[in-house]
């Protein structure tokens, strides 16, 4: 994103960790998110049992659940605190097994707008330090005006 | 999917079953599979906390777990014993909130080939007893021949 | 499409027809317009050489524009008639070689919204009165409230 | 793409343009292939009226078609010379009317691999010597090994 884009709500992160705590998904999986900051974040996902196909790699639906998150999130941190964001589609390619002590996607907005973002997510996986890519999103975000996102109310229908 | 098409594993269902059932992640998200015919599976998922984000709905990323699924089973029943498969990449639209006492994800052949296999997920929302449409999904598949996927073994790196 | 859906403007056929008839780019590849339904289009393409990559197959790009335009019409056959359309974004799988005496792209509303429509489109090449499948596309177009298209008015940006 | 990536062939550059230059289509719309590196190439394309809808923009399928062009001929400079490539699927975001002097289309190689090679493009309207973003792409390459793309020989089936 150009580094010129103005900062539509100083307290982006909050916002967005506060969003992210309520996800019971991102719980489920043991996702966290670490990095925050204006047009981008980034997603880590430790590697457990739980999330793994037979094989012992990470399954793919995860890889696209946290992609989608890392990319949805950098976008909210770009719309105005009375506004939500909800993901109307994105386009995932798997290029390598998602293999690893942990995985981190990296999201960040492209193209803001003021009813859709476009951004993309790139997903690691962090072997012996060393970081591979294994997965490559771009994603379209639609920006809901006057509907905050607010614990225990209907905001956004889906990103959330 | 051609009516017409040949079958080239008898015990396609069987080997898809087994498949399914050695997938922790969908054990954590408690998705069965209760539909696998030729060219066509569907898996189910019961709304449940755990995979809910803050406001009651199922979380998309798992809308897109049961969708990438789905069709990328459909797409296993029409290969060779001796073949397994993964998923180059799909395109996901969230068309309306997944809300409803359960999920199904309905996948489907499209296009077999003998190196890539085209498919599509739709995904539904049950209300009452009353389907509505809630993803729509388009996916390429690759056929990894002579990759028996087996018990214990890294067959096909990423589906399975 | 739901066929129980409300038509929004009678003469949407003729606003569609009206539409296509200025774009240059459909003269300039000599694609028509035959069919305007509610929810669907079709564009056929004949077959001639300026289009053709070396091989004598239609090019990728132009089996891309007629799906792009069929399924972007089919979204413009369902809105009010002091609305416009814009493509947001497409999804194209190529399956086959465009190659026969003519090109059929079949659009149709999937999915209409009051902002966002999905809609799909399939390509067919048709060869000795046979038709097969040469791509498959999922779309997500953008409603334009309150942007008429007229003659020689800039009204939607995009698609037009 | 990683910059230690090996050169197949050290004459790809000559091998993409032959190809181009069979491109009926490419010659249709005028676009021109300016930069062909490892990894990496341009396509141009003046604005001139037969390739623009009614409103003076260029329609989006001819941006799609060198955005597709323009990273499917990326792809091509890091396959071996005895091997051709095709374009298995896309997704192209349409993110501001495509308006300018020119268009300028760059396709680039995100992750190589054996038989699918992943690409982006990103294509840009120049306006008074300023380019901006209009579309951007995330592309699946198939690599058929085997198959030269020669003058009059069908090689590779949908690109050349």
Redesign the interface.
């Given at each position: 994103m150009k580094g010129t884009t103005h900062i539509s709500d100083p307290h982006f992160a909050e916002r967005v960790r506060e969003?992210f705590a309520?996800?019971?998904?991102m719980?489920?999986?043991q996702a966290t998110l670490p990095v925050v900051e204006h047009g981008r974040t980034e997603i880590h996902l430790p590697r457990w049992?739980?999330?793994?196909?037979?094989?012992?790699?990470v399954?793919?639906?995860?890889v696209?659940?946290?992609a989608?998150?890392a990319a949805g999130y950098a976008a909210m941190t770009v719309v105005p605190a009375s506004a939500s964001v909800?993901?109307?589609?994105?386009?995932?390619?798997?290029?390598?097994?998602?293999d690893g002590d942990k995985l981190i996607a990296r999201g960040r907005v492209?193209?803001p707008?003021r009813?859709?973002i476009?951004t993309?997510a790139e997903v690691f996986a962090v072997k012996d330090g060393k970081e591979s890519?294994c997965a490559?999103?771009?994603q379209?975000i639609?920006v809901m005006h006057g509907k905050v996102e607010k614990?225990?109310?209907?905001?956004s229908?889906?990103?959330?």
């Open positions: 969003s309520r996800q019971s998904m719980h489920l999986i049992h739980g999330i793994e196909q037979q094989h012992g790699f399954h793919g639906g995860v696209g659940t946290i989608d998150s909800l993901t109307v589609e994105y386009k995932l390619n798997l290029v390598a097994p998602a492209v193209r707008g009813t859709l476009v993309t890519l490559l999103m771009q379209t639609m614990q225990g109310q209907v905001a229908s889906r990103r959330n």
